[in-house]
């Protein structure tokens, strides 16, 4: 509960963003910020009746520009403290005669779980941090009084990242030792203002930088709302600009000639029809790995179906996927794999499936079903005495995981890995494995990490406990898939960050 007495004051004045004298200082601690964050979180400041019953128009726009600048002070601090934290496990791990390759192993994973973000995140807000309290304390300055928020100090910090520590620093100052210059810039102009002093300081780091983001040029996918997918290619300027102005062109020049379509529809099919050398609404062959009930295939249930490597889709959309091979009133639509691991014969014709009509060229889809336990959801366990994951329990784990397993990790799934190694006696089980990424199956391996799984009746479904140092363990539990009830599940299940000592694991 917050009491006034938290905040009181030892004294000490901080400046306004500008440098003005204001209230005096607090010494922070985690109570008192909890405290604060109650407050602030639980204060009745609107309501639907009344509008605002304890303030006007005006303090209501001043108080929403003074939280503004609290978030920016906010993340400052958490600057501040990645920073230090990183500095003491270092310097204890040192003393220790940890190998200086190990020393900073898992410190970003534990700023990411404190921080409720995904490991990637917490690596970028690490480096921002050092980078922040070492090499750019003007930059720091704006961000702690509110002039830049957290974005603006990643962007100054981005576009110096290819230049010596005395260029950085002296933009460092040029931009941000008087916060006039850099207030009221947004994104685009401060960004733009970093990459012209650093190109008049270096010339040549920006030239091996552009030479290097060249190097790094891909291809990536991400699921969108209603079962569309954002497909992304980060290309040199010179090449992305070419594809979007033939992509434009083409769209151009069918409307003219009468075609409905609009132009971003046009513009989408011609990227689709020339990258896959085939028209875009031509059928494709593909194996699709549809975790659904028995209900939703054959009784037109409305529950949703899980897609590998998308999420959940709509029934009836599922239904439609499957109907590309699947007959009514047929048997043997589909043909799954062996149970002992071999993929064997995943697709083919329904048997008196009549043929295609001339000319007409179908789509081959092989389906791969996955069952779920009765009443749970669970999927049905597979065991193997290897080292190594079999193909079909890897299709199995990464079906069940559907991303990275680490919380509030949403990477894709790269690593097939043992929960307790296969050296401590793990076994090669459905049970003993998990997805994750490549970066939280490194991360696993730093000092003093450990983990175990949750017995299935305990936990309902999949969980996995990891204990890291200093902190408190965290329950990473499998996602629901088709069939899973949704009713009488502990709500705790879905992610537990209590402190474990002292209580039963999985209690509220």
């Known amino acids: 509960m917050f009491e006034e007495s938290m905040l009181e004051p030892p004294g000490g004045p901080v400046p306004d963003m500008l440098g003005a004298p204001a209230e005096p200082a607090l010494r922070l601690s985690a109570r008192r910020v909890a405290a604060f964050a109650a407050l602030v979180g639980s204060a009745a400041l609107f309501d639907p009746d009344s509008g605002l019953p304890d303030h006007s128009a005006d303090e209501a726009l001043e108080m929403l520009r003074e939280l503004e600048v609290l978030k920016s002070a906010a993340c400052a601090a958490q600057a501040r403290l990645a920073a230090g934290f990183d500095h003491v496990v270092r310097s204890d791990r040192a003393a220790r005669g940890v190998p200086a390759e ?9 700023l990411a779980i404190a921080r409720r973000e995904s490991p990637h995140r917490g690596k970028r807000h690490l480096g921002l941090g050092k980078i922040l309290v070492t090499e750019m304390p003007h930059t720091l300055r704006a961000l702690s009084q509110g002039v830049l928020d957290e974005w603006g100090a990643t962007l100054l910090a981005r576009e110096t990242a290819c230049l010596a520590l005395d260029d950085r620093r002296r933009i460092d100052e040029d931009m941000c030792s008087d916060l006039v210059r850099v207030d009221g810039l947004g994104p685009r102009a401060l960004a733009a203002r970093a990459q012209q002093l650093a190109q008049a300081l270096d010339p040549h780091s920006v030239v091996a930088r552009a030479a290097k983001a060249e190097s790094e040029r891909r291809v990536t996918s991400r699921p969108a709302p209603d079962t569309m997918v954002n497909v992304t290619a980060l290309l040199p300027v010179a090449a992305g600009v070419s594809v979007v102005a033939a992509l434009s062109q083409e769209a151009e020049r069918c409307r003219a000639s009468g075609d409905r379509r609009s132009r971003g529809q046009i513009m989408a099919d011609t990227l689709v029809e020339r990258v896959t050398g085939r028209p875009a609404r031509a059928p494709v062959d593909l194996e699709i ?6 209900r939703t295939l054959f009784q037109g249930d409305a529950e949703p179906a899980l897609l590998n490597g998308y999420g959940v889709v709509p029934a009836q959309w599922a239904r439609s996927l499957v109907g590309c091979t699947f007959i009514p009133g047929s048997s043997g639509v589909v043909v799954d794999g062996d149970a002992d691991g071999d993929d064997g014969d995943v ?9 295609a009509p001339p000319g007409d ?5 092989w389906l791969r079903r ?5 009443g749970s959801g669970e999927l049905m366990a597979m065991d193997s005495r290897a080292r190594a994951f079999p193909t079909l329990m890897k299709k199995f784990i990464t079906t069940r995981d559907a991303t990275c397993r680490t919380p509030w990790c949403d990477a894709p799934i790269r690593h097939i890995d043992h929960v307790v190694a296969f050296a401590a006696g793990g076994a090669t089980s459905t049970d003993n494995g998990q997805g994750l990424c490549e970066a939280c199956n490194y991360d696993k391996e730093a000092e003093g990490w450990s983990e175990e799984t949750v017995s299935e009746a305990e936990a309902g479904r999949h969980a996995v406990v990891t204990t890291r140092p200093g902190g408190p363990a965290t329950t990473s539990v499998a996602p629901p898939l088709p069939g899973t009830p949704v009713n009488g599940l502990p709500a705790d299940l879905v992610l537990d960050i209590t402190p474990r000592h002292g209580r039963r694991r999985g209690a509220a």
């Open 347 to 355: 697709g083919g014709e329904p048997p008196g499936a009549p043929d």
């Open 361 to 365: 060229k179908a789509a081959r889809v």
């Open 102 to 110: 190990r020393q900073g192993q898992g410190v970003a994973a534990q």
């Open 289 to 294: 790995q549809l975790v659904m009930t028995d």
């Open 370 to 374: 996955l069952y779920t336990a009765p």
